[in-house]
């Protein structure tokens, strides 16, 4: 073990021992947080250790970068290494007479204090009170035996000036008296430390030893094939690249040989045409020229009273001006008007239409060391339905503010459930509120943070969002509410929905997640194939099974895209996008319909599972939030946010039946 800083290389002063087991000096580790790149961002992302890179978080929740060194806890086992190192070096004069300036030899040690003593000073140690328990050696026997001179403690991280002295067998786990007294007081086997230790068996340390040199060997085994295949994802990206690049380079090398044929064809018929119209205007010159030397030449004969030449020059230019009308005559006949024009292929236009993507991304990831489980039972087979309208009846409604509700509900999600129950998240009283079959509360379970949305994952288990926490967490819905366990997620979610084994959940900065339930992120959806955002705002969130199709409702673009899903991942070419006035709620009946909450419309619309509008199912509501069918699809409940408190049960019917009434 290095007693050696890493940060300044000097011996280690006050040691501070990160989560990862690297120490350093207290002041070294404080100086290196402070300016860390990462500090800005230490609360969500921690500042890497400056040896093993690991990242490393606050010691205490919401404690400032510039607390985190003195917060980490002491390595009392680098401390009294240290200490014994240089104990020989102090043997020589009295340590607390060298403060007052004086050297005298020292004679004795005291083993609390760790400081060499003259003999005066050994006397006044042993007459104080609080040093009059010490235990003080002759120095010779240190000077023949430093180590034991100095006493092991290990202080209690949570009561910092408390030593760790107790041991609760039941939790196994190791503290102070007050730890004890406050964590362990109805454990039935909590014994003196030293006790356990005497107990301790040293094959269960050597077993102990045993596994953690397996577990270094394994892990040093998993992180150089993770290594491997970062080195062969890159090599692949590499590779993909290049494949892309060619193919544009190939689109446009043609696009440049086509252009060019038609560039050359087109250059050929302008020059043509250039050179016919100038040759008739050579000629149209040559003519003014000619007219006019003849004007000159009759006007000379008739000044000198040439009579002979006037009438021999006339005839000549009778005959040159008959030449030359008959001429512009038929330059004017043989005179176009041009017109170019481009005139686009319709290949052109039907290829664009066709190219959406310049290749198709196939990307797998296999998992050999995973535990292989039964394949899923196959959707049930949908549910045909025939194309009458329907109209609704409400059939009942129910208050959902209850005893203990300090404002205005604001139900954000809701579950028709058994088609008895029905589940609420109020994000205004931060509850989840479970209520019977006549609106009788039977359930609620108060939140730390206002609940959004949540999903059923499995019979009697749903998995709620919360916007301003970074986890989803887990409840037991039963009788009552209770909660079961959590999913860690990077930022706080918004909507949320199962889709097969997975969980699919939409994040207010613009993009939607695939999670599995253990928490590991299999695909993030935030920009399509050329880099264009698909979503602005999504809240909600739904699943088709039978079209396996992901429906996401985005407020701020008011549309709902539906993108085909399989295995964990979805193709990010929307399958459709339907546009509605501020879109809430999403929900897909048993016959594959989707129902949106028109938040500004007022409305329900009931959509085809092809993206066709099918019509308006409710009108004339006051901002509808959120709606849920039962397993029939013969009944729905509706929340609405301009009528807070009240949710609303319809049952569905055909048109025909009211007619028939």
Not at 136 to 151: D, F, H, T
Not at 180 to 186: I, L, N, Q, V
Not at 458 to 468: H, M, R, S
Not at 567 to 590: A, H, L, M, N, Q
Request: hydrophobic share 35%.
């Amino acid at each position: 073990m290095s007693l050696i800083c890493s940060i300044c290389l000097n011996r280690l002063e006050k040691p501070r021992s990160l989560p990862c087991f690297h120490t350093f000096c207290e002041q070294c580790l404080r100086n290196y947080l402070l300016n860390a790149p990462q500090k800005p961002d230490a609360t969500k992302s921690g500042i890497p250790c400056p040896t093993c890179k690991v990242p490393t978080f606050a010691p205490k929740k919401a404690l400032p970068v510039e607390d985190w060194a003195a917060c980490f806890p002491v390595n009392h086992l680098v401390g009294t290494l240290i200490d014994i190192v240089p104990v020989s070096a102090r043997l020589e004069f009295c340590e607390p007479c060298k403060l007052n300036k004086a050297s005298k030899i020292a004679m004795s040690w005291c083993q609390q204090c760790n400081e060499a003593l003259c003999e005066d000073c050994t006397k006044c140690h042993k007459s104080m009170k609080a040093t009059s328990a010490h235990e003080i050696s002759g120095l010779e026997n240190v000077r023949s035996n430093p180590q034991p001179s100095v006493k092991e403690e290990v202080m209690c991280r949570e009561h910092g000036k408390k030593e760790v002295d107790m041991y609760c067998k039941d939790h196994e786990e190791p503290g102070c008296g007050v730890c004890m007294a406050s964590d362990h007081r109805k454990c039935e086997h909590v014994m003196q430390i030293e006790e356990v230790i005497k107990k301790q068996s040293l094959t269960d340390q050597s077993e102990l030893i045993k596994r953690m040199d397996n577990l270094i060997s394994n892990a040093d085994i998993l992180k150089k094939e993770r290594q491997d295949v970062m080195r062969g994802t890159m090599a692949q990206k590499t590779r993909m690249l290049k494949e892309i690049a060619d193919t544009k380079k190939r689109l446009l090398d043609h696009i440049e040989k086509i252009e060019s044929q038609i560039l050359s064809k087109f250059n050929v018929i302008c020059q043509t045409d250039f050179a016919i119209i100038q040759e008739q205007i050579d000629y149209c010159n040559s003519v003014q020229s000619a007219m006019h030397h003849a004007k000159t030449d009759i006007a000379t004969a008739k000044e000198q009273n040439l009579k002979k030449r006037e009438f021999i020059v006339t005839q000549q230019i009778q005959k040159k001006y008959e030449e030359c009308t008959e001429g512009i005559e038929k330059i004017k006949e043989n005179s176009a008007r041009i017109n170019y024009a481009f005139a686009e292929d319709r290949q052109v236009a039907e290829t664009l239409g066709a190219l959406k993507v310049l290749g198709h991304l196939d990307i797998k990831h296999f998992y050999p060391n995973r535990k292989v489980e039964a394949p899923p039972p196959p959707p049930p087979p949908k549910t045909p339905e025939d194309d009458e309208k329907k109209v609704t009846k409400k059939v009942k409604t129910f208050n959902a503010k209850v005893k203990g509700d300090k404002r205005e509900c604001k139900i954000t999600a809701i579950n028709l459930w058994n088609d008895k129950r029905v589940l609420l998240a109020d994000n205004g009283n931060s509850r989840l509120k479970l209520f019977g079959e006549f609106g009788d509360l039977t359930s609620s379970f108060v939140c730390v943070n206002p609940p959004w949305d949540f999903t059923f994952i499995d019979k009697g288990k749903c998995a709620v969002t919360f916007p301003n926490e970074r986890k989803i967490r887990i409840f037991k819905v039963l009788d009552t509410i209770t909660e079961a366990g959590s999913v860690q997620t990077q930022r706080g979610s918004n909507g949320i929905c199962m889709a097969e084994d997975d969980l699919v959940v939409t994040f207010g900065s613009g993009c939607i997640r695939i999670i599995s339930l253990d928490g590991v992120v299999k695909m993030m959806v935030d920009t399509d194939y050329i880099g264009k955002r698909v979503f602005s705002n999504p809240e909600y969130v739904t699943f088709n099974s039978v079209t396996s199709t992901v429906f996401v409702s985005d407020y701020n673009n008011h549309s709902v895209t539906a993108l085909r899903y399989e295995t964990g991942r979805v193709d990010k070419t929307p399958v459709f996008i339907y546009p509605v006035s501020g879109p809430r709620g999403v929900e897909v009946d048993i016959h594959g319909n989707l129902y949106v909450c028109g938040y500004w419309s007022n409305d329900i619309h009931k959509v085809k599972d092809k993206g066709a509008f099918r019509q308006i199912l409710v009108d004339s509501l006051a901002r509808p939030m959120c709606i849920s069918f039962n397993d029939e699809g013969s009944k729905f409940a509706l929340a609405e946010q301009g009528n807070p408190n009240n949710i609303k049960v319809f049952r569905v019917i055909a048109a025909s039946e009211v007619e028939d009434m």
